[in-house]
């Protein structure tokens, strides 16, 4: 792990600690795993390189999408066997996504990525999730789960992303699921991806595990404060929060394609 810290001192816990409740929080809140605050933070700030971070980030989320959900469950909000489903997709293209994480140009994915997100984001303003609405099973719907599992177990494994970035937007979009069942949903399909991204990159050496679980201990403590916020929010309000929450990361995606363009030249 040569692109990692080697001080490990007072300054590099505290900081994945900090990492930990951001990550948490929003977790709770979003229904994300919280790799999209994970890993640009311990590339700006700890000075990892970007695929060791991607691979430290998804090790850190297992522990925090497992109490996320634990807090959604709670409130009757995970679907159960449509969750599974997405993990059966997710396990085997996060696999795929960690065989190509080293072959990849970075700057190609983090592109294709923004461009995937903006549409995502003018799409949460034509959209209102209902909190009634469920997600029945028809072969339509299982097929598409499959195919949203794999996409998403692809882009796991290359960006460090639990993948509910992904799965939150398209559930509620195209499958017209409730805002706080696609969260909760989200959360239980990112902890068998999570675990089958990290084995894969725990054989490529490319995972700093005391340093995801720091992150992942610390986020487990305020990823239930993100998802009581979540029940208080109206679904309008939320899909005005997480466009907002997507801008962010597709500004950030954008300007690290750029800086990484120039630095290639």
């Given amino acids: 792990m040569t692109d990692a810290p080697t001080a490990r001192d007072a300054r590099f816990v505290f900081t994945c600690l900090g990492v930990g409740f951001v990550a948490g929080l929003m977790s709770g809140l979003f ?3 919280g790799g999209t605050v994970v890993v640009p933070l311990l590339v700006l700030v700890l000075g990892y390189g970007q695929r060791l971070a991607a691979g430290t980030s998804l090790a850190a989320i297992v522990p925090t999408a497992a109490v996320g959900v634990i807090a959604y469950a709670v409130n009757d909000s995970v679907a159960w066997i449509p969750a599974l489903i997405l993990a059966a997709g997710a396990v085997v293209g996060a696999q795929i996504g960690t065989w190509l994480l080293p072959r990849t140009p970075v700057t190609v994915l ?4 923004v461009g995937f997100l903006v549409i995502v984001i003018v799409s949460l303003f034509l959209v209102i999730p209902s909190r009634d609405a469920g ?4 072969v339509v719907t ?24 992904i799965v939150v937007p398209v559930l509620l979009l195209l499958f017209g699921t409730s805002d706080l069942l ?16 990290t084995v894969g990159n725990l054989i490529r050496k490319n995972v700093d595990l005391p340093a995801a ?4 201990i610390a986020a487990c403590a305020t990823a239930p404060v993100g998802t009581w916020l979540a029940t208080l929010v109206d679904p309008q309000l939320g ?8 801008t962010i990361i597709a500004v950030q995606m954008a300007v690290r394609a750029i800086r990484g363009r120039k630095t290639a030249r």
Avoid: E, Y
Avoid at 182 to 196: C, D, F, Q, Y
Avoid at 213 to 216: F, K, L, M, P, R
């Fill in 31 to 33: 229904g994300v795993g």
């Fill in 110 to 113: 983090r592109w294709g990525f």
């Fill in 135 to 138: 997600l029945p099973l028809t």
């Fill in 142 to 165: 299982v097929l598409g789960l499959v195919a949203l599992g794999v996409v998403t177990g692809i882009l796991a494994g290359l960006l460090g992303v639990g993948g509910g970035v």
């Fill in 182 to 197: 696609a969260k909760g949903t989200s959360l239980l399909m990112m902890i068998p991806t999570a675990i089958s991204g």
């Fill in 213 to 216: 679980a720091i992150v992942g």
């Fill in 239 to 246: 899909n005005i929060l997480f466009a907002a929450f997507l």
